[in-house]
Every structure is written in structure tokens, then in C-alpha cells.
């Protein structure tokens, strides 16, 4: 069973092929949420306009599964698998796909949660020190987003 499996967690980046318009995104960020609970995963998706940025948490087989068909899709190339780890625990245990879009480069971040653009989580432990990094570099080289999702 894929729950007695230990956690893994996956981080990738990647350039859309064309621009997505807000619905169009709205629809994938749908997609994801019911392929991750069917597949117990959780994470995080992050979108700057032309890149996405998603983590993946779950048993290492599903999340080995879904990011393959995450690499096939054609909305996006220059899949790059940035990190991936196994791990005690969930960042984004309430989430199926959290979803934040960067609404403009370099935009503060929140010191309590360090998310950026307001965005928070609140279940498990603090995010780890790798990943905050991570997500800041990313949130830096956004540009603006129109219609946040």
C-alpha cells in the first residue's frame, strides 16, 4: 500500500510552452489537486507568468509516477528536477496542491511564514531552510501575473 511507503519529496521547475491565461491555469491547479489525493501527494505550485515551480510530498512510488506524467505534459519543457529527498514529514500536509501565483519579482516576503506574496501554510513544521531558499530565488525572478488564480 502507497501509504507504508516512506515520504518523498520532489521539486521542479519548468517554462510554460505558451502563455497560460488565468482559466487555463485554474484548470491545471484543478487537474493536479484530484490526481494528488487519488495518489496521496501533497505540495506546493508555484507560477511566475513563465515558469512553474511545484513540490511534490508523498509516498516515493506515486510521486515518481506523477511527476513522470508532470514531465510528458505538453504545457510545459525544460523539466528540471532541482531536488528530491526523502522525509520524515509533510511541508504541505493540508494541501493537496497548494497553489500561489508570484505576482511580481522580488516581492516581500512574509517573515512569520516566509511564503511569498502573503502565501501561507499552516500544517506540519516550518518549511525547510532548502526549499525557503528555493522558493524565494524563485519568487525573485517573477514577473507580473495578471490574474492571480
Known amino acids: 500500500m ?72 505538453p504545457r510545459h519543457h525544460g523539466v528540471v528536477r532541482v531536488q528530491a529527498e526523502d522525509t520524515d514529514a509533510r511541508a504541505f500536509a493540508e494541501w493537496s496542491m497548494a497553489y500561489a501565483p508570484v505576482l511580481r519579482a522580488g516581492a516581500e516576503l512574509d517573515a512569520k511564514h516566509m511564503a511569498p506574496n502573503g502565501f501561507a501554510w499552516t500544517g506540519g513544521g516550518p518549511l525547510p531552510s532548502h526549499l525557503q531558499s528555493l522558493y524565494v530565488a524563485f519568487n525573485s525572478l517573477g514577473r507580473t501575473v495578471s490574474t492571480p488564480v
Open 2 to 73: 502507497a501509504g507504508e511507503q516512506p515520504l518523498h519529496r520532489l521539486t521542479y521547475v519548468s517554462t510554460v510552452t505558451s502563455s497560460l491565461d488565468a482559466d487555463e491555469v485554474s484548470a491545471l491547479v484543478a487537474q493536479a489537486r484530484s490526481n494528488n489525493i487519488r495518489h496521496e501527494i501533497s505540495g506546493l505550485l508555484l507560477f511566475n507568468g513563465l515558469n512553474f515551480l511545484q513540490t511534490l510530498e508523498g509516498p516515493r512510488s506515486a510521486v515518481e509516477h506523477v511527476f513522470a506524467a508532470i514531465a510528458r505534459d
